[in-house]
C-alpha cells in the first residue's frame, strides 16, 4: 500500500455503515488506507459489506453489530474496535432514522425512537470513544446531520430536532475536547437518493430539485469524501464546524 495514503494506519468506526452513505464513507476511508469496523443494526448486511470492502480494498475491515441508541452496545462496539485495531482514530456517526409524519399525526414513540437514533446515538457513541481518544490526545469525529436540522422540514419535527441537536453536540464537544487535539465535526447532506430516501413521493423529490442551486441530487460519494477530508490530518485546524454538502439548497 503506497504510503502517500492520507488516512494509511488509522482505524475508523463509522455507524449504520451496512448500506447507503455509511457503506460509502466506509469505502471512501479504506480506500485512503484506514481499517474500518462497519456496525449496524443490521448484522448481515454488515458482515456481507464488510466482506465486500476487505476485498476490494485489501484493508481490515471488520464488522459488528451495534443499535448505537442503547449505551451499552455503543461501548461494546467500540470495545470491539480496540480490540481489533489497538485504537481508534476516527469515528463517524452516521446511523439513522426517518419516521416522517405531520406533528398533529406523530405519535410519541415515532419522536422517541428518532430522538434515540439519531441524537442520544451520537451521544452514546462519542462518549464511549472520547475516553480512548482523549488518551491518545488524538481523534476525529464526525456526524452526519442534515439539511433538515439547519432549515427545518415540515413533516420531520422529529428529524429535524435530531439533527438539529447534532450541531449543538458537535459545537459543545469541540469545545470540550479541543486541547486534547481531538477535531469534532459535522457534514449535512442534502438530498441523496438511497434507501431511506426512497420512499418519498416523487412530488416532493422532483420539488426539491427546484431548491437546489446545482440543478441535481447529491451522491454517497460526494459526501463520503467531506467526510474523509475531515477525518484527515488535512483538516487538523477545523473542529465544531458543519460542512454542508447540498448543491447550495441551504446557504447560512
Ligand atoms: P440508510 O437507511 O440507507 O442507512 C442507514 C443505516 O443505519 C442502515 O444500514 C441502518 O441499518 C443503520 N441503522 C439504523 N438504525 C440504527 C441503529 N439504531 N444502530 C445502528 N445502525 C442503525 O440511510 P442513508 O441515506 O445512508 O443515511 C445515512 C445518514 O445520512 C443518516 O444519518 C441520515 O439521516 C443522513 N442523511 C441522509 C440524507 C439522504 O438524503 N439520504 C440526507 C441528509 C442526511
Redesign the pocket.
Known amino acids: 500500500m503506497s504510503q502517500t495514503l492520507p488516512l494509511k494506519d488509522k482505524n475508523a468506526v463509522v455507524?449504520?455503515?451496512?448500506?447507503?452513505?455509511?457503506k460509502m464513507i466506509a469505502l471512501t476511508l479504506a480506500q485512503r488506507g484506514a481499517n474500518v469496523l462497519i456496525?449496524?443494526?443490521?448484522a448481515e448486511?454488515a458482515e456481507a459489506t464488510a466482506k465486500e470492502l476487505a476485498e476490494a480494498t485489501g484493508c481490515k475491515i471488520v464488522a459488528t453489530s451495534?443499535?448505537?441508541?442503547n449505551a451499552e452496545s455503543a461501548k461494546a462496539m467500540i470495545d470491539k474496535a480496540v480490540a481489533e485495531f489497538g485504537r481508534v482514530d476516527i469515528l463517524v456517526n452516521?446511523?439513522?432514522?426517518?419516521r416522517d409524519n405531520l406533528i398533529m399525526r406523530m405519535d410519541e414513540a415515532d419522536w422517541d425512537l428518532v430522538l434515540g437514533?439519531?441524537l442520544k446515538?451520537v451521544f452514546n457513541c462519542s462518549k464511549a470513544v472520547v475516553r480512548i481518544m482523549m488518551k491518545q490526545r488524538y481523534g476525529r469525529i464526525v456526524n452526519?446531520?442534515?439539511?433538515?436540522g439547519l432549515a427545518g422540514q415540515a413533516g420531520q419535527t422529529n428529524?429535524s430536532s435530531s439533527?438539529a441537536g447534532v450541531v449543538g453536540f458537535t459545537k459543545a464537544l469541540a469545545r470540550e475536547v479541543g486541547s486534547r487535539q481531538i477535531t469534532v465535526n459535522a457534514v449535512?447532506?442534502?438530498?441523496?437518493?438511497?434507501?431511506?430516501?426512497k420512499d418519498l413521493p416523487e412530488e416532493l423529490k422532483e420539488a426539491s430539485l427546484k431548491q437546489i442551486p446545482l440543478g441535481r441530487w447529491g451522491k454517497?460519494e460526494e459526501?463520503a469524501s467531506a467526510v474523509a477530508f475531515l477525518a484527515s490530518d488535512e483538516a487538523a485546524y477545523i473542529t465544531g464546524h458543519v460542512l454542508s454538502v447540498d448543491g447550495g439548497m441551504v446557504m447560512m
Open positions: 455507524t449504520g455503515s451496512a448500506r447507503g452513505i455509511g456496525a449496524d443494526l443490521r448486511l451495534v443499535d448505537v441508541s452516521n446511523a439513522g432514522i426517518t437514533i439519531n446515538g452526519i446531520s442534515s439539511v433538515s428529524y439533527k449535512a447532506p442534502g438530498f441523496i437518493p438511497t434507501d431511506l430516501t454517497p459526501i
